[in-house]
Protein backbone atom coordinates (compact mmCIF):
# COMPACT_ATOMS: atom_id res chain seq x y z
CA UNK A 1 0.00 0.00 0.00
CA UNK A 2 2.81 1.92 0.67
CA UNK A 3 4.54 1.59 -2.53
CA UNK A 4 1.31 2.79 -4.28
CA UNK A 5 0.80 5.58 -1.93
CA UNK A 6 4.28 7.22 -3.36
CA UNK A 7 3.91 6.02 -6.77
CA UNK A 8 0.11 7.48 -6.87
CA UNK A 9 2.11 10.54 -5.04
CA UNK A 10 4.43 10.81 -8.06
CA UNK A 11 2.22 10.60 -10.55
CA UNK A 12 0.33 13.37 -8.93
CA UNK A 13 2.80 15.10 -9.19
CA UNK A 14 4.64 15.07 -12.40
CA UNK A 15 0.55 15.87 -13.86
CA UNK A 16 0.80 19.11 -11.70
CA UNK A 17 4.19 20.12 -13.56
CA UNK A 18 3.02 19.05 -16.92
CA UNK A 19 0.06 21.40 -16.30
CA UNK A 20 1.82 23.94 -14.60
CA UNK A 21 4.44 23.42 -17.73
CA UNK A 22 1.39 23.83 -20.34
CA UNK A 23 0.76 26.71 -18.46
CA UNK A 24 4.03 28.82 -18.27
CA UNK A 25 4.11 27.54 -22.09
CA UNK A 26 0.90 29.08 -23.07
CA UNK A 27 1.43 32.23 -20.73
CA UNK A 28 4.50 32.85 -22.95
CA UNK A 29 2.93 32.22 -26.14
CA UNK A 30 0.16 34.70 -25.36
CA UNK A 31 1.94 37.75 -24.59
CA UNK A 32 3.05 38.24 -28.27
CA UNK A 33 -0.84 37.09 -29.57
CA UNK A 34 -2.25 40.40 -30.11
CA UNK A 35 0.84 42.58 -31.76
CA UNK A 36 1.23 39.17 -33.52
CA UNK A 37 -2.15 39.30 -35.07
CA UNK A 38 -2.88 35.78 -34.17
CA UNK A 39 -6.04 35.97 -33.04
CA UNK A 40 -9.45 35.82 -34.46
CA UNK A 41 -13.20 35.59 -34.51
CA UNK A 42 -15.57 32.88 -35.50
CA UNK A 43 -19.28 33.74 -35.07
CA UNK A 44 -22.07 31.01 -34.51
CA UNK A 45 -25.39 31.73 -35.08
CA UNK A 46 -28.54 31.93 -32.85
CA UNK A 47 -31.83 31.70 -34.02
CA UNK A 48 -35.84 31.75 -33.77
CA UNK A 49 -37.05 28.80 -32.06
CA UNK A 50 -40.44 29.73 -33.42
CA UNK A 51 -38.80 31.60 -37.17
CA UNK A 52 -35.84 29.85 -37.45
CA UNK A 53 -34.67 33.11 -38.46
CA UNK A 54 -31.20 34.17 -37.19
CA UNK A 55 -31.40 36.46 -34.38
CA UNK A 56 -27.70 36.98 -33.33
CA UNK A 57 -24.40 35.62 -33.33
CA UNK A 58 -22.13 34.42 -30.21
CA UNK A 59 -18.30 35.44 -30.93
CA UNK A 60 -15.83 33.09 -30.31
CA UNK A 61 -12.44 33.79 -29.85
CA UNK A 62 -10.15 31.52 -31.96
CA UNK A 63 -5.80 31.34 -31.54
CA UNK A 64 -3.10 30.37 -34.05
CA UNK A 65 -0.11 30.51 -32.09
CA UNK A 66 3.19 30.86 -34.30
CA UNK A 67 4.93 28.68 -31.85
CA UNK A 68 2.18 26.14 -30.43
CA UNK A 69 -0.49 25.87 -33.58
CA UNK A 70 -3.83 26.13 -33.29
CA UNK A 71 -4.78 26.45 -29.32
CA UNK A 72 -8.45 25.79 -28.33
CA UNK A 73 -10.24 28.47 -25.93
CA UNK A 74 -10.54 26.26 -23.08
CA UNK A 75 -6.90 26.07 -22.89
CA UNK A 76 -5.66 29.60 -22.99
CA UNK A 77 -8.38 32.07 -21.61
CA UNK A 78 -8.14 30.36 -18.38
CA UNK A 79 -4.15 30.96 -18.43
CA UNK A 80 -4.85 34.86 -19.87
CA UNK A 81 -7.64 34.96 -16.69
CA UNK A 82 -4.62 33.94 -14.29
CA UNK A 83 -2.25 36.71 -15.67
CA UNK A 84 -4.91 39.35 -15.80
CA UNK A 85 -4.03 39.54 -19.89
CA UNK A 86 -7.65 38.99 -20.06
CA UNK A 87 -7.91 42.45 -20.09
CA UNK A 88 -6.37 43.47 -22.85
CA UNK A 89 -7.36 39.82 -25.18
CA UNK A 90 -11.21 40.81 -24.17
CA UNK A 91 -10.65 44.29 -25.33
CA UNK A 92 -9.39 43.16 -28.41
CA UNK A 93 -12.42 41.22 -28.89
CA UNK A 94 -15.02 43.87 -27.88
CA UNK A 95 -13.21 46.08 -30.48
CA UNK A 96 -12.74 43.48 -33.66
CA UNK A 97 -16.75 42.55 -32.99
CA UNK A 98 -17.70 46.21 -33.04
CA UNK A 99 -15.84 46.83 -36.26
CA UNK A 100 -17.04 43.62 -38.12
CA UNK A 101 -20.57 44.84 -36.80
CA UNK A 102 -20.18 48.62 -38.23
CA UNK A 103 -18.79 46.27 -41.62
CA UNK A 104 -21.78 43.86 -42.00
CA UNK A 105 -24.27 46.85 -41.23
CA UNK A 106 -23.55 48.35 -44.89
CA UNK A 107 -24.02 44.68 -46.78
CA UNK A 108 -26.66 42.39 -47.28
CA UNK A 109 -26.70 41.11 -43.60
CA UNK A 110 -27.73 44.66 -42.18
CA UNK A 111 -28.64 45.14 -38.29
CA UNK A 112 -27.00 42.38 -36.50
CA UNK A 113 -26.66 42.01 -32.09
CA UNK A 114 -23.06 40.31 -31.80
CA UNK A 115 -23.08 38.57 -28.20
CA UNK A 116 -19.53 38.48 -26.76
CA UNK A 117 -17.90 36.64 -23.52
CA UNK A 118 -16.66 38.84 -20.70
CA UNK A 119 -14.37 37.71 -18.27
CA UNK A 120 -14.53 38.81 -14.07
CA UNK A 121 -11.44 40.87 -14.35
CA UNK A 122 -12.83 42.83 -17.19
CA UNK A 123 -15.84 44.18 -15.72
CA UNK A 124 -13.97 44.99 -12.68
CA UNK A 125 -11.83 47.27 -15.05
CA UNK A 126 -12.92 50.89 -14.54
CA UNK A 127 -12.42 51.75 -18.03
CA UNK A 128 -14.56 49.15 -19.04
CA UNK A 129 -17.67 50.91 -19.62
CA UNK A 130 -15.97 53.69 -21.76
CA UNK A 131 -14.71 51.39 -23.71
CA UNK A 132 -17.80 49.78 -24.34
CA UNK A 133 -18.98 53.03 -25.61
CA UNK A 134 -15.95 53.78 -27.92
CA UNK A 135 -16.28 50.62 -29.51
CA UNK A 136 -20.32 51.39 -30.24
CA UNK A 137 -19.64 55.02 -31.21
CA UNK A 138 -16.64 54.10 -33.15
CA UNK A 139 -18.24 51.82 -35.85
CA UNK A 140 -21.84 53.98 -35.79
CA UNK A 141 -23.59 51.35 -33.73
CA UNK A 142 -27.02 50.93 -31.56
CA UNK A 143 -26.05 49.94 -28.31
CA UNK A 144 -29.24 47.03 -28.44
CA UNK A 145 -26.15 45.11 -31.31
CA UNK A 146 -24.36 43.89 -28.30
CA UNK A 147 -24.76 42.11 -25.93
CA UNK A 148 -22.11 40.63 -23.02
CA UNK A 149 -22.14 37.20 -22.11
CA UNK A 150 -21.34 36.66 -18.11
CA UNK A 151 -21.19 33.85 -16.27
CA UNK A 152 -22.31 32.83 -12.59
CA UNK A 153 -18.65 32.97 -11.58
CA UNK A 154 -18.30 36.63 -12.70
CA UNK A 155 -21.53 37.74 -10.40
CA UNK A 156 -20.47 36.41 -7.16
CA UNK A 157 -16.73 37.43 -7.44
CA UNK A 158 -17.84 41.20 -7.35
CA UNK A 159 -21.08 41.36 -6.70
CA UNK A 160 -21.84 44.92 -5.93
CA UNK A 161 -19.30 46.41 -8.11
CA UNK A 162 -20.53 44.08 -11.14
CA UNK A 163 -24.16 45.59 -10.26
CA UNK A 164 -23.56 48.74 -10.77
CA UNK A 165 -21.41 48.49 -13.71
CA UNK A 166 -24.20 46.48 -15.04
CA UNK A 167 -27.00 48.96 -14.46
CA UNK A 168 -24.96 51.59 -16.23
CA UNK A 169 -24.34 48.92 -19.26
CA UNK A 170 -28.47 47.95 -19.48
CA UNK A 171 -29.18 51.81 -18.74
CA UNK A 172 -27.15 52.12 -22.12
CA UNK A 173 -29.10 49.80 -23.50
CA UNK A 174 -26.17 46.72 -24.16
CA UNK A 175 -27.64 43.22 -23.44
CA UNK A 176 -26.94 41.24 -20.85
CA UNK A 177 -26.55 37.75 -20.66
CA UNK A 178 -26.21 34.96 -17.99
CA UNK A 179 -24.12 32.13 -19.80
CA UNK A 180 -23.89 28.29 -19.10
CA UNK A 181 -27.27 28.69 -16.40
CA UNK A 182 -27.55 25.91 -14.06
CA UNK A 183 -23.73 24.67 -14.16
CA UNK A 184 -22.49 26.49 -11.41
CA UNK A 185 -23.20 28.59 -8.10
CA UNK A 186 -26.91 29.26 -9.40
CA UNK A 187 -28.98 30.96 -7.13
CA UNK A 188 -32.08 32.25 -8.22
CA UNK A 189 -31.36 35.48 -6.05
CA UNK A 190 -29.01 36.54 -9.00
CA UNK A 191 -31.85 36.57 -11.61
CA UNK A 192 -33.50 39.20 -9.88
CA UNK A 193 -30.42 41.14 -8.44
CA UNK A 194 -28.39 41.78 -11.57
CA UNK A 195 -29.70 43.61 -14.59
CA UNK A 196 -29.71 40.66 -16.91
CA UNK A 197 -31.91 40.27 -20.07
CA UNK A 198 -31.43 36.52 -21.40
CA UNK A 199 -30.33 33.19 -19.88
CA UNK A 200 -28.04 30.73 -21.84
CA UNK A 201 -29.25 27.05 -20.62
CA UNK A 202 -26.02 25.01 -20.65
CA UNK A 203 -25.28 22.57 -23.62
CA UNK A 204 -25.65 19.84 -20.07
CA UNK A 205 -28.99 20.02 -19.78
CA UNK A 206 -30.06 20.29 -23.36
CA UNK A 207 -27.38 17.12 -24.04
CA UNK A 208 -30.00 14.38 -22.69
CA UNK A 209 -33.04 16.32 -23.21
CA UNK A 210 -34.31 13.53 -25.72
CA UNK A 211 -33.93 10.54 -23.35
CA UNK A 212 -34.10 11.81 -19.56
CA UNK A 213 -37.10 12.70 -18.30
CA UNK A 214 -34.94 14.74 -15.48
CA UNK A 215 -32.78 16.70 -17.88
CA UNK A 216 -36.53 17.58 -19.85
CA UNK A 217 -38.18 18.36 -16.67
CA UNK A 218 -35.21 20.26 -15.53
CA UNK A 219 -35.00 22.26 -18.57
CA UNK A 220 -38.95 22.81 -18.58
CA UNK A 221 -39.02 24.39 -14.99
CA UNK A 222 -35.95 26.69 -16.14
CA UNK A 223 -37.72 27.86 -19.23
CA UNK A 224 -41.00 28.65 -16.98
CA UNK A 225 -38.64 30.78 -14.63
CA UNK A 226 -37.05 32.63 -16.93
CA UNK A 227 -40.08 33.58 -19.05
CA UNK A 228 -42.15 34.49 -15.28
CA UNK A 229 -38.79 37.04 -14.52
CA UNK A 230 -39.38 38.07 -17.90
CA UNK A 231 -36.02 36.87 -18.96
CA UNK A 232 -35.21 35.86 -23.28
CA UNK A 233 -33.95 32.10 -23.00
CA UNK A 234 -31.47 30.44 -25.26
CA UNK A 235 -30.27 26.71 -25.80
CA UNK A 236 -26.96 26.03 -26.04
CA UNK A 237 -25.59 23.02 -27.57
CA UNK A 238 -28.29 22.26 -29.49
CA UNK A 239 -27.21 19.08 -31.76
CA UNK A 240 -29.95 17.40 -33.06
CA UNK A 241 -33.75 17.90 -34.76
CA UNK A 242 -35.47 16.36 -31.98
CA UNK A 243 -33.40 18.81 -29.21
CA UNK A 244 -34.68 21.87 -31.55
CA UNK A 245 -37.95 20.21 -31.51
CA UNK A 246 -38.58 19.71 -28.01
CA UNK A 247 -36.98 22.95 -27.07
CA UNK A 248 -39.16 24.48 -29.59
CA UNK A 249 -42.48 23.02 -27.75
CA UNK A 250 -41.02 24.36 -24.01
CA UNK A 251 -41.28 27.90 -25.11
CA UNK A 252 -37.44 28.77 -25.53
CA UNK A 253 -37.07 31.08 -27.98
CA UNK A 254 -33.89 30.95 -29.31
CA UNK A 255 -31.63 27.85 -30.65
CA UNK A 256 -27.68 27.55 -30.37
CA UNK A 257 -25.58 24.22 -31.24
CA UNK A 258 -24.08 22.48 -34.38
CA UNK A 259 -27.71 21.63 -35.63
CA UNK A 260 -27.97 24.77 -36.73
CA UNK A 261 -24.47 26.00 -37.51
CA UNK A 262 -20.73 25.58 -36.56
CA UNK A 263 -19.10 28.81 -35.47
CA UNK A 264 -17.54 29.92 -38.83
CA UNK A 265 -15.96 32.78 -40.19
CA UNK A 266 -16.93 36.64 -40.50
CA UNK A 267 -17.10 36.29 -44.95
CA UNK A 268 -19.10 33.19 -44.66
CA UNK A 269 -21.63 34.73 -42.77
CA UNK A 270 -23.49 36.73 -44.85
CA UNK A 271 -23.92 33.54 -47.37
CA UNK A 272 -25.40 31.54 -44.58
CA UNK A 273 -28.15 33.90 -43.16
CA UNK A 274 -29.32 33.86 -46.97
CA UNK A 275 -28.99 29.89 -46.97
CA UNK A 276 -31.22 30.32 -44.10
CA UNK A 277 -33.86 32.11 -45.37
CA UNK A 278 -34.54 30.66 -48.33
CA UNK A 279 -35.06 27.28 -45.99
P1 LIG B 1 -19.09 29.22 -24.16
O1 LIG B 1 -19.18 30.71 -24.03
O2 LIG B 1 -20.06 28.40 -23.40
O3 LIG B 1 -19.21 28.96 -25.73
C1 LIG B 1 -19.84 27.84 -26.29
C2 LIG B 1 -18.84 26.76 -26.66
O4 LIG B 1 -19.56 25.60 -27.10
C3 LIG B 1 -17.95 27.15 -27.84
O5 LIG B 1 -16.70 26.50 -27.65
C4 LIG B 1 -18.71 26.55 -29.03
O6 LIG B 1 -17.88 26.33 -30.15
C5 LIG B 1 -19.20 25.27 -28.43
N1 LIG B 1 -20.42 24.77 -29.07
C6 LIG B 1 -21.36 25.47 -29.75
N2 LIG B 1 -22.36 24.67 -30.16
C7 LIG B 1 -22.06 23.41 -29.74
C8 LIG B 1 -22.72 22.12 -29.87
O7 LIG B 1 -23.80 21.97 -30.45
N3 LIG B 1 -22.09 21.06 -29.27
C9 LIG B 1 -20.90 21.18 -28.63
N4 LIG B 1 -20.36 20.08 -28.10
N5 LIG B 1 -20.26 22.39 -28.49
C10 LIG B 1 -20.83 23.49 -29.03
P2 LIG B 1 -15.32 27.28 -27.81
O8 LIG B 1 -15.39 28.23 -28.97
O9 LIG B 1 -14.24 26.25 -27.82
O10 LIG B 1 -15.21 28.15 -26.50
C11 LIG B 1 -15.10 27.56 -25.25
C12 LIG B 1 -15.24 28.58 -24.14
O11 LIG B 1 -14.15 29.52 -24.17
C13 LIG B 1 -16.50 29.43 -24.27
O12 LIG B 1 -17.60 28.71 -23.78
C14 LIG B 1 -16.11 30.62 -23.41
O13 LIG B 1 -16.31 30.34 -22.05
C15 LIG B 1 -14.63 30.75 -23.70
N6 LIG B 1 -14.43 31.80 -24.72
C16 LIG B 1 -14.49 31.75 -26.07
N7 LIG B 1 -14.25 32.96 -26.63
C17 LIG B 1 -14.04 33.82 -25.60
C18 LIG B 1 -13.74 35.23 -25.51
O14 LIG B 1 -13.67 35.97 -26.49
N8 LIG B 1 -13.56 35.74 -24.24
C19 LIG B 1 -13.69 34.97 -23.12
N9 LIG B 1 -13.51 35.55 -21.91
N10 LIG B 1 -13.99 33.66 -23.17
C20 LIG B 1 -14.16 33.09 -24.39
CA1 LIG C 1 -20.74 32.18 -24.20
CA1 LIG D 1 -22.12 28.82 -22.71
CA1 LIG E 1 -18.84 27.31 -21.26
Not at 55 to 77: C, M, Q, Y
Not at 81 to 110: F, P, Y
Not at 220 to 237: D, K, P
Not at 247 to 252: A, T
Request: aromatic share 6%; hydrophobic share 45%; proline share 3%.
Amino acid sequence: AKKSGRGELRFFNDAMNAAAKDALVIDGALRGAIAGQEFRLVYQAITSAASGAMTKVEALLRWHSATLGNVAPDRFIPVAEDSGMIVEIGSWVLNEACRQLGVWKTGALGELTVSINVSAWQLADPAFVGLVQQALERNGLAPRQLELELTERVLIDNGSQVQSVLAQLRGMGVGISLDDFGTGYSSLSYLTRFHLNTLKIDRAFVMDIEHSERSNNLVHAIIAMGQSLGLQLVAEGVETAGQASILRQLGCHHLQGYHISLPIPADELPGFASRLKAG
